[in-house]
């Protein structure tokens, strides 16, 4: 990894991962269990901590099934949810499809409630020079992002929106990066890329000339992956001085 003052150019534009960088509370356990409640209250034979344990076996065997699809936009996120609730209910002895519209629109109330920026995301965001564009690039699907960005407000604060769903590729593949470039209508060496995956974030943005910033609020490891970022931060208001006050030699 180069050190700071070896990044030698300030940037005319952020491109940001989306869940786990700036958005937290997607995955939020609570809303699922809040969910499972939910169903009890509607349905007496339900037992709500059984539909929870039932409800994370189902994930766990039929995602890996449809992670690709739903990634490159051929299965929707309500579609997604649908199922998995179908699925749990159905390994419950009900097949209600009164009951499974019931568990999505629930569900989806409560993930939508759980969204929120990080912290260090909003401090980052509110001190960003005004002359400095930012753009989303998020691997999933476009109903689930879409809603994501309209939770947090940012669709009118972006100049770039690129979702794997919508242009049926994913992170690494360079070709992400190359859309978010021609929607700003800037050159990969005006561009810094800020995400928390390695395999992602990091190899699509290094793929895509762009220079890749890796946030790594756990403190992990990416020495096994042979992955080495441009860049790595454990909070995105680490950025604040270089962005602010430039730090090019």
Request: hydrophobic residues 45%.
């Amino acid at each position: 990894m180069r050190p700071y003052d070896c990044v030698v150019r300030t940037p005319r534009a952020l491109l940001f991962d989306l869940d786990g960088t700036l958005l937290a509370g997607s995955g939020d356990p609570e809303a699922i269990r809040r969910t499972c409640v939910v169903l009890a209250e509607a349905q007496p034979a339900l037992d709500a901590n059984a539909l929870v344990r039932i409800n994370a076996e189902v994930w766990a065997r039929y995602w890996p099934t449809v992670e690709q699809a739903w990634t490159l936009g051929r299965l929707a996120s309500d579609a997604l949810g649908m199922e998995v609730w179908r699925r749990t209910l159905r390994a419950n002895g009900l097949d209600d499809e009164t009951l499974v519209r019931l568990a999505r629109s629930t569900h989806r109330k409560f993930q939508a409630a759980a969204l929120h920026f990080y912290d260090d995301a909003r401090a980052l965001l509110d001190a960003l020079p005004k002359a400095m564009r930012i753009g989303i690039v998020s691997n999933g699907a476009s109903d689930t992002k879409r809603l994501e960005l309209q939770a947090l407000g940012m669709e009118r604060r972006v100049s770039a929106v690129v979702i794997s769903g919508e242009v049926g590729a994913a992170k690494p593949d360079p070709a992400v990066f190359r859309v978010a470039l021609d929607q700003l209508g800037l050159a990969p060496e005006d561009v810094w890329h800020i995400g928390d995956s390695v395999t992602t974030d990091v190899l699509g943005a290094l793929r895509a000339g762009v220079t890749a910033i890796w946030l790594n609020r756990e403190g992990a490891s990416s020495e096994r992956r042979g992955i080495v970022p441009d860049l790595e931060i454990h909070a995105l208001t680490e950025l604040v001085p270089m962005l602010t006050h430039g730090f090019a030699k």
